[in-house]
């Protein structure tokens, strides 16, 4: 007996749901068109949630009762597009409408907003926000006590500076949201010095944090130049020496060439071929300009200022010293995780920038004092040492952020010369190094030019970090004590090197190599790059600001494109943003609260670590090319960043939050790069105008007709050669509010640049100064109930 089958039922077609009718029921491809914007799928959320309103569908009636929707929603009705289509099938749930006519379905044809380089709304945090129209100021993330130390007057670089003492930016929340906004109206490349103050935290700070000598003690002096140090002539030194990619006849490589590069204004550039261990002054080219620019030999990826105690940089005549890690060749190319056998030849260089007049010279006398006044003192740079290593090329240089200088002294027979500070790198071999730098004007012979170079080799270091499972890449610095280091196997490793250092008391002492370290995390995937303490103090039970214990809290990203947030004392990172670039750099900006780092499409972006706003950031600018490197100041709120391209550029990270305003979203390109395949030669151009950001909610605003007719003026191919990209950039950060604005950067083609920059206000001309000046803007006088001008804040 056979069995009887189940009666076959029609079945609704998801068209009939939906709403679209089909007479003809023949099988074929869909004839619905799609709009343009409309990925085709079903789960595709709407760009924005439409009211019930908009829709046609009427409060009152009960079928609609399943819809979820809220009257709270009093968005404007967008463009709207109705297909029309006889209904078929059963009564369908959702949004249609119900009377006469055709039922419609309601799509949108407004196209998804774009921002600079695309479509990308990805957040990686969960807040609400208040408005759509909002954007978050910086806010800090501890409270200092006491107060600080401001300018009084025009800083000089290679003199004393007057300074006054004043309210700290946390003293109340007005001098915050005063200070906040007063730093948005600077439209210039560098800080105002009018509000330049130092905003860093080290635990070792002595009593009240009121000058930079207790903010920025004296570290490390029972550590000493290891003995073993020797003179070298110029043919010796050679080996150690950058040199270029062709040999010679005998099977040498050859001196690095000179470099020929025209600079000077547009459309009237002067071409100048500068030699290895050369500097000039940009104001032979440009009147008034305050750069310089030197030729290292071969591309740097390490550069670093070093830091100086205020009795060091008045005993040394405030010469300021940059510490430059060249590589062996311009077509030298590192490996990740592959390490060099020592004796790996390299060199470590230091520059230094000193006063062009003589300090006897100007103390006395009219004639002193009229050049002076007349013609600023704009200093001259040269090359003061060059150290021979054998632990290859620095991928990273960094001294120790606090000054650890040491006397001259003599033990038994030998004698010891001053320490400059402590300068640490990884280096090729794999190896985390820490050197005893010793100062150049105390072992100079008398004998000396000082036209060229002094060369000595150091054979051993003070402490060498080594892991046999991988290899060291990036390291930062939370104080004088504790380093993190990244790694290439995605791990971090912190050392307390502060404990290992107090044990140095002899010049014959041996390399410290046998350092654990006190936390080792995994953390990423892939090669660490860029490390940031966020340096603010941990709390106590009672929620008090403990100044002397070590930070915790460690950013970091990686070649696998994730940026980490992690808390030492938990043993895993926070993934905070995931981008499909590789991470090359971070920063800690004391004034942002937060690191600041790259984002997707080489956009870079601004991230709050305060728990009340964790996870959020605006954009700050976007290159053309890649970024290499970011800088932050502990002294001011302007951000540096060198990208492939070519381009050195700075911009405000205390912009504005209020859209529309009077005060433009700069970004001020300091100089770019230029490279000729043809000629082999290279060209500096500068003096841009400053370049207006787009905001990001103008440009999500489909209706900005300002926005569409604006011209894009700048068109790149995507494609630079690897000789102009500005590969790392750094702020002086260790040589007190004068040396703020003093900026440094190296390129692929070896030719370094320091400039000094500094501000302007919005409405200079009018000597217009927010809250009427800079003593209402601290709540210093009496009148303290002064208002921002109305002027500046539209």
Not at 111 to 121: A, E, I, Q, Y
Not at 286 to 309: E, R, Y
Not at 315 to 338: D, F, K, R
Not at 403 to 420: A, D, F, M, N, W
């Amino acid at each position: 007996m056979s069995r009887a089958l189940r009666p076959r039922k029609s079945q609704p077609s998801y068209a009939s749901l939906a709403g679209i009718g089909n007479d003809n029921n023949e099988a074929g491809p869909s004839t619905i068109s799609l709009d343009d914007n409309s990925s085709g799928s079903d789960f595709t959320p709407e760009t924005e949630t439409k009211s019930r309103k908009s829709r046609g569908v009427d409060e009152k009636e009960e079928g609609d009762e399943g819809d979820g929707l809220s009257d709270e929603d009093d968005e404007p009705p967008e463009k709207l597009q109705i297909l029309s289509s006889k209904p078929s099938g059963p009564k369908p749930k959702g949004r249609v409408r119900k009377g006469k006519g055709p039922v419609s379905v309601v799509k949108s044809t407004v196209s998804k907003p774009t921002t600079l380089s695309g479509s990308f709304r990805r957040q990686m945090y969960v807040l609400p926000t208040p408005s759509v129209h909002h954007r978050h100021r910086a806010v800090p993330l501890y409270s200092v006590p006491g107060r600080v130390e401001r300018l009084v007057s025009r800083p000089s670089l290679f003199s004393n500076s007057e300074v006054v003492l004043t309210n700290n930016f946390t003293m109340n929340a007005t001098i915050i949201d005063r200070l906040n906004k007063a730093w948005g109206y600077n439209v210039g490349p560098g800080p105002i010095w009018e509000l330049i103050e130092d905003r860093a935290w080290f635990k070792e700070a002595q009593g009240l944090m009121e000058n930079e000598r207790n903010r920025r003690p004296k570290v490390h002096e029972n550590v000493f130049v290891p003995k073993g140090w020797s003179f070298l002539n110029v043919e010796e030194a050679s080996m150690y020496l950058p040199t270029d990619d062709v040999t010679t006849e005998e099977g040498n490589f050859r001196p690095p060439p000179e470099i020929p590069c025209s600079f000077g204004p547009f459309g009237s550039q002067t071409v100048r071929a500068t030699e290895m261990f050369t500097a000039f002054k940009m104001a032979d080219f440009i009147p008034n300009s305050s750069a310089h620019v030197f030729n290292a030999g071969a591309p740097a990826w390490g550069i670093d200022w070093c830091p100086l105690h205020p009795d060091t940089r008045e005993e040394n005549g405030h010469t300021y010293y940059l510490a430059v890690g060249p590589l062996p060749s311009p077509s030298h190319s590192p490996e990740i995780g592959i390490r060099v056998h020592r004796p790996s030849r390299a060199c470590i260089q230091i520059w230094g920038l000193s006063s062009d007049v003589d300090p006897a010279s100007t103390s006395r006398g009219r004639k002193g004092r009229a050049n002076t006044a007349s013609e600023p003192d704009t200093g001259t740079m040269r090359c003061e040492l060059v150290i021979c290593i054998d632990s290859g090329p620095a991928y990273e240089l960094k001294w120790c952020p606090l000054p650890s200088p040491s006397v001259q002294t003599i033990i038994g027979e030998h004698h010891t010369p001053r320490k400059l500070g402590l300068l640490s790198g990884t280096f090729e071999d794999g190896s985390f190094v820490i050197f005893a730098i010793p100062d150049p004007k105390d072992i100079a012979p008398p004998e000396h030019d000082r036209t060229g170079p002094l060369y000595i080799r150091l054979p051993e270091p003070v402490l060498r970090i080594e892991m046999e499972e991988t290899c060291c890449w990036s390291i930062d610095w939370a104080n004088s004590e504790v380093v993190a280091i990244g790694m290439t196997n995605g791990s971090i490793g912190v050392y307390d090197v502060g404990s290992a250092l107090k044990q140095v008391d002899d010049i014959s002492s041996l390399p410290i190599t046998d350092l654990l370290p006190t936390h080792y995390l995994n953390i990423h995937q892939a090669a660490i790059r860029a490390l940031a303490w966020i340096r603010a103090p941990t709390n106590d039970r009672l929620g008090e600001p403990r100044f002397d214990e070590d930070p915790i809290v460690l950013g970091s990203g990686g070649s696998d494109g994730v940026v980490c947030l992690t808390n030492i004392r938990s043993g895993h990172g926070s993934v905070m943003n995931r981008t499909r670039d590789v991470i090359n750099s971070m920063s800690y900006s004391p004034y942002g609260g937060g690191p600041v780092t790259v984002d997707h499409d080489d956009v870079v972006k601004a991230y709050s670590a305060s728990p009340k706003m964790l996870g959020r950031g605006h954009m700050l600018v976007e290159p053309s090319g890649p970024v290499w490197s970011i800088s932050s100041s502990d002294f001011h709120p302007q951000l540096a960043v060198g990208a492939a391209d070519g381009t050195c550029t700075t911009t405000n990270l205390l912009r504005s939050t209020r859209r529309g305003g009077s005060v433009p979203f700069f970004a001020h390109k300091i100089y770019q790069l230029d490279y000729n395949r043809i000629t082999k030669e290279y060209r500096m151009l500068e003096q841009f105008f400053p370049q207006e950001t787009q905001d990001r909610g103008a440009a999500n605003n489909p209706n900005n007709i300002k926005l569409k007719n604006a011209v894009n003026s700048e068109q790149g191919t995507g494609v630079w050669p690897r000789e102009v990209g500005v590969q790392r950039v750094v702020w002086n950060n260790g040589n007190g509010l004068a040396a703020a604005g003093m900026l440094a950067s190296a390129t692929g083609s070896g030719l370094c640049r320091v400039d000094v920059l500094s501000g302007r206000w919005l409405k200079e001309k009018s000597v217009k100064m927010p809250y009427g000046g800079i003593e209402d803007i601290r709540l210093e006088g009496d009148n303290v109930g002064y208002d921002m001008d109305v002027d500046y804040d539209e």
